[in-house]
């Protein structure tokens, strides 16, 4: 296992910054976000977060969204925002010459967004035709259908961050720059970064160009998460397109929960490792019916969903469908081998290490352990963390969370003609 | 700005006398090590009736044979923490691992183990019919897949480029175990591989160990000519046409013959593609999400209300390949007006020469990506290899150096080269409710 070293700084108005010098590379990555996502959308404004989001690098009191383009790619930069349902991430890439330049562009994108009315109208135009796009793609379908039946259609995480074609036809500027006095706060602002730096001279360079942006302050309370829902199924009828795609899912743990590890390994072995785990050993290598059918194991701040997809041919549905129930039902009630424990930990070990090699993903890693308050010793700690996980562990949470009656059933393609059933409703033969 | 990074430097090459070329790119900073075998092998070695079969045989490699048995190569990388995977392209089949140090043995008996003893069995050979029937079919329900497939079908008409790297289907549902076991033993032998390794290794070590490993298997009967002896005849006229699908959006694509990656017009026309549509590096494979905006198609297309997105693609291929151009367009605004506005930028860059700032920000970007998309010893032993396999190593490191010496004009002089009307192939996706 290799470490690195980490350590936190806190500019003078709460942005948190994560720094890991390497100076065996010679650019700086950095991976950012801001607890300003879509979950604070307001009622009726769905999709506010995300415009906000587009338009970041679109205008400031001081530049045009032209000139700030013009300026990332004179350095053969690059920084790009993007809008989920918690937060508002940001990644970048420059070369270490270029650091404080960079950063003074990401805060002039931060502090000062103009929304000008001709650039809020680019941007709701260009939301609609995405949203447009989703609305014709079965695999986006299947899961933005799963998570409105898994967590409430119009609740935090089961909406679509994109918001919905109705309500982006009605933001306005002033939509976008309510939400961004209100909810851009940077105390919430973490800054991971990696490369060649001294760590000293980068905090003092972000407090030059971050540390005099003032925000109001903000409860940071946690947001009211809707009770758990009932199975349901969904149907996207799609007749045009030539394949299904599946989705199957159920609530599952936050990051934050003891629960997490061990049904992070159970998941692996059963939806992941080694293309795709028990799942793609039995519904892809041995049934043939999917090219793709994983499961993920989604574990946020305030609440976590597994879903499961596959990709099957029209025909196979119910067969798809089944093949997955049978698995569900293996995995919830038998527990995990020895060798698939052993090979799950060291999966998992070796996983994170291998996420240290590249800068963009180290940085993303670095992030996230800010993120989830893991702790700055958290990569040292992991092998320890995984050795606690037993079968029983693993089995306990799959039987908690990962019983054939508690999954929903989304499917989108051509449907019309399918018998589907729920997957707690299914008799495996 | 001072970037000095050159991807071939510190390669060593070790020729065995069964034909396999290898290249040995220790990395000391890395905790990792990064093999890849490239097999000259793609869509371009295909004909009809078989198309496909490169991306089948891909497959069949996962099914065991040999030391190995079905799913073992994803058991034995996932059980020390690895990643493995493959890719097929128009060119070139490729199998990679990347694994801790220490496990470099470990890949490279699974990669001889792939060279020459994968099975083939009737009944893995069927049941991966079905499995790539369903990669094709997730493939057809994404309108820019289908408009892909018929711009490449419209402008190649004697090369093998004019097929997917997937298939037609009609060849997947008929082709036989047999078919797929002859490509197999064609294009699978050690004078027609390359492999790469980079990462933290020994060299010493690391060239024992290929050795170990690859200096028995048997080399094949005859080594596969480069050239697969399909030229491709100039163009002589626009070619396009008008798909009509039910749908939401609406898309437009367009392409242009452009000469082998080899040609010395290239480096002229990254800038020229740099300029038109901004850059992400010459393989694409960690591009992430960035969007470049400073470039013409851009300003005129995204910032000019007519489209919600324009993505440009640069053919990195050992024959002439396709300069491909696509759009989704803003709904409310007409087909026809987005392709007229993609294609006027076109021609406007024949007569007005680049200015010196989007000269400056062109190479500034074609320098930069050239490390950002060898970040880490996977990526670097991936374009090592696909630039040996193009025809040489130092080949990316060439063209970026001599990208940055283009002119202006020599930026004019190759958009009249190769984006008129007469080289171009179009197509439109008109989505009906």
Redesign the interface.
């Given at each position: 296992m290799?470490f690195i070293e980490l350590d936190r700084d806190r500019l003078s108005n709460g942005i948190t910054i994560i720094a890991n010098s390497n100076k065996?590379?010679?650019?700086v990555a950095f991976a950012g976000s801001i607890k300003s996502g879509a979950m604070l959308d307001p009622s009726g404004g769905f999709g506010t977060a995300e415009l906000v989001s587009r338009l970041l690098?679109r205008g400031t009191k001081s530049r045009t969204?032209?000139e700030i383009?013009?300026k990332?790619?004179?350095?053969?930069?690059?920084l790009?925002f993007?809008n989920y349902d918690e937060s508002v991430s940001f990644?970048g890439?420059?070369?270490s010459?270029?650091v404080e330049q960079i950063l003074r562009i990401l805060s002039d994108c931060l502090c000062n967004p103009s929304f000008k009315e001709d650039e809020v109208?680019?941007a709701k135009?260009?939301l609609?035709?995405?949203l447009?796009?989703e609305?014709?793609?079965?695999?986006s379908m299947a899961y933005r259908s799963l998570l409105s039946l898994i967590y409430g259609k119009y609740e935090i995480y089961g909406r679509d961050p994109l918001g919905s074609l109705e309500s982006a036809l009605r933001l306005t500027s002033d939509d976008a720059t309510r939400f961004h006095e209100t909810h851009y706060n940077s105390e919430t602002m973490i800054i991971a970064a990696t490369g060649r730096f001294e760590r000293s001279e980068l905090v003092s360079k972000m407090e030059s160009a971050l540390g005099s942006w003032h925000t109001k302050k903000r409860a940071d309370k946690k947001p009211d998460i809707a009770d758990s829902t009932s199975p349901s199924l969904q149907s996207v009828p799609m007749?045009?397109?030539?394949?299904v795609?599946i989705g199957i899912g159920a609530r599952a743990v936050p990051r934050s929960d003891e629960e997490f590890y061990s049904l992070n390994l159970g998941n692996l072995i059963f939806g992941r490792?080694?293309?795709y785990g028990r799942l793609g050993?039995s519904v892809?290598?041995?049934?043939?019916?999917?090219?793709?059918c994983f499961s993920a194991l989604q574990s946020k701040l305030f609440a976590g969903h597994i879903a499961i997809m596959a990709?099957?041919?029209p025909k196979n549905v119910e067969r798809g469908v089944e093949g997955i129930t049978e698995e569900i039902r293996k995995i919830s009630s038998e527990p995990l081998s020895e060798q698939e424990l052993?090979?799950g930990r060291?999966?998992?070990?070796?996983?994170?290490?291998?996420a240290?090699?590249?800068?963009?993903?180290r940085a993303s890693l670095i992030h996230d352990i800010e993120y989830f308050s893991l702790g700055l010793d958290y990569i040292e700690r992991y092998a320890q963390i995984l050795d606690l996980i037993t079968s029983e562990s693993v089995l306990k949470a799959f039987e908690k969370y990962f019983k054939p009656e508690m999954f929903s059933l989304a499917a989108a393609?051509p449907v019309a003609s399918r018998n589907l059933e729920l997957p707690g409703a299914i008799t495996v033969k | 700005?001072?970037?000095?990074?050159q991807l071939a430097s510190g390669i060593e090459e070790l020729q065995l006398e069964n034909g396999l070329k290898v290249l040995l790119k220790p990395v000391s900073?890395?905790?990792?090590i990064s093999t890849f075998v490239f097999y000259r092998v793609g869509s371009r070695n295909e004909r009809p009736g078989i198309t496909g079969s490169s991306h089948w045989c891909e497959h069949m490699m996962?099914k065991g044979g040999g030391k190995l048995g079905?799913?073992d190569?994803?058991?034995l990388?996932?059980?020390?923490?690895?990643?493995n995977?493959a890719f097929t392209d128009q060119d070139l089949t490729a199998y990679f691992e990347?694994?801790?140090k220490e496990k470099l043995e470990l890949a490279l008996f699974i990669e001889s183990e792939r060279m020459t003893n994968s099975s083939f069995r009737p009944e893995e050979v069927?049941?991966?019919?079905?499995?790539?029937?369903?990669?094709?079919?997730?493939s057809?329900?994404?309108?820019s897949y289908l408009l892909r497939e018929e711009v490449f079908s419209m402008a190649f008409r004697v090369h093998p480029y004019r097929w997917p790297v997937v298939g037609w289907k009609s060849d997947l549902q008929n082709m036989t175990r047999g078919d797929l076991y002859e490509h197999y033993r064609k294009y699978y032998h050690p004078n027609n591989a390359l492999l790469v390794v980079c990462g933290n290794f020994d060299l010493r070590e690391g060239a024992d160990l290929a050795r170990k490993y690859f200096s028995d298997i048997k080399p094949g009967n005859e080594t596969p000519p480069r050239e697969i002896g399909l030229i491709e005849p100039e163009q002589n006229g626009e070619r396009n046409s008008k798909l009509v699908?039910?749908?939401?959006?609406n898309y437009v694509a367009a392409g242009f013959h452009l000469p082998s990656i080899l040609h010395e017009d290239m480096p002229a026309l990254i800038v020229m593609t740099t300029v038109l549509g901004?850059w992400r590096g010459l393989i694409g494979f960690?591009a992430?999400?960035?969007?470049?905006?400073?470039n013409r198609l851009?300003?005129k297309l995204?910032?000019g209300?007519i489209v919600?997105?324009v993505n440009v693609y640069f053919p990195v291929n050992i024959d002439p390949g396709l300069l491909y151009f696509d759009l989704?367009v803003?709904?409310g605004v007409a087909l026809e007006k987005a392709k007229i506005a993609l294609l006027s930028e076109l021609d406007a860059l024949g007569d007005t020469l680049p200015t010196e700032?989007e000269m400056?920000?062109a190479f500034?970007?074609i320098?930069?990506?050239h490390?950002?998309e060898n970040?880490?010893?996977?990526?670097q032993a991936q374009s090592i290899g696909l630039m040996e396999i193009m025809g040489r190593r130092s080949l990316a490191d060439d063209l970026i150096s001599r990208a940055l010496t283009v002119t202006p004009e020599r930026v004019s002089a190759v958009a009249r080269k190769y984006l008129p009307e007469k080289n171009r192939t179009s197509s439109t996706y008109e989505?009906r409710a």
């Open positions: 290799s065996n590379v010679e650019s690098t969204g032209e383009s013009q990332i790619e004179e350095m053969g930069a690059t790009q993007s990644t890439r420059c070369h010459d270029y109208e680019k135009g260009e609609i035709s995405d447009e796009a609305r014709d793609e079965t695999r007749e045009h397109k030539s394949q795609d490792i080694g293309l050993k892809r290598d041995e049934k043939g019916l999917a090219y793709y990709g099957v041919n052993l090979t060291k999966n998992l070990r070796g996983s994170l290490s291998l240290l090699e590249s800068s963009v993903e393609g | 700005m001072s970037s000095t990074f900073s890395s905790n990792a996962f079905k799913g190569v994803h058991t990388v996932s059980t020390e923490g690895g990643r995977n990347t694994l801790p069927a049941s991966e019919r079905q499995v790539i029937i369903s990669e094709r079919e997730g057809e329900n994404y309108p699908r039910p749908g939401t959006l901004g960690s992430d999400r960035y969007v470049p905006r400073s851009y300003r995204v910032s209300k919600s997105d989704t803003l709904p700032k400056q920000v500034n970007q320098k930069s990506w490390a950002y970040d880490g010893v996977g990526l989505s």
